[in-house]
């Protein structure tokens, strides 16, 4: 298992970068590093593990090799879990376990990411490896609600980014109709104002 192949994932603002080890048939794990830290953290703690295994190690967004968000965007922490969402669906994987590093800071680190990942999405994660880490601690009155909410966020988000199409080009007309038919409070003469500045006017439309 020393050696690895280098991978990358598309995803909207660049890529997210990862290294591989072991056979692509293996079972699936996907490893994620701690606060700071890039996908080299677990050089040399994967050559120990168990062959048959494909080790899969990523680096999150504005680690390692993998792009940087925007300038002005923050990295919260749901942001990180949907990174994980979206590496494992380009890998197809559909259950996995995780291996989680670090503890590092209480509010920031990605410490909790992966308990969190197991938490919304449980029916993806056989088993959970937590290394010098916590679990991820809920008031059991909240657990329900957070649930619901968080995890509604993110698959609505890699919905929409799923069916991301060309913009499409309608005559003026048309424009003011759809724009008329979301907005039903919206008088045609307001609709008219609000796409002379919310429309990009070009050959087609």
Known sequence: LGMFSELKFPVPWGHVAAKAW??????????LHGWLDNANTFDKLIPLLPRGCYYVAMDFSGHGLSSHRPAGCPYHFLDYVTDVCRVAAALQWRRF?????????????????????????????????????????????????????????????LSLEAKQQTPKARSPEAALQR???????????????????????????
């Open 22 to 31: 072991g056979p692509s048939e293996g079972h699936p794990v996907l490893c």
């Open 97 to 157: 376990t995780l291996m989680g590093h670090s503890m590092g800071n209480f509010s920031f680190s990605h410490c909790f990411i992966s308990p969190q990942f197991c938490f919304l999405y449980p029916e993806m994660v056989d088993k959970l490896i937590l290394l010098e880490s916590l679990g991820f601690l809920l008031a059991p009155e909240d657990t329900e609600a957070w649930l619901k909410s968080k995890r509604r966020v993110i698959d609505r988000l």
């Open 179 to 205: 724009l008329l038919e979301a907005n039903s409070h919206l008088t045609a003469e307001g609709g008219a104002i609000l796409l002379q500045r919310g429309a990009t006017e070009t050959p087609a439309g």
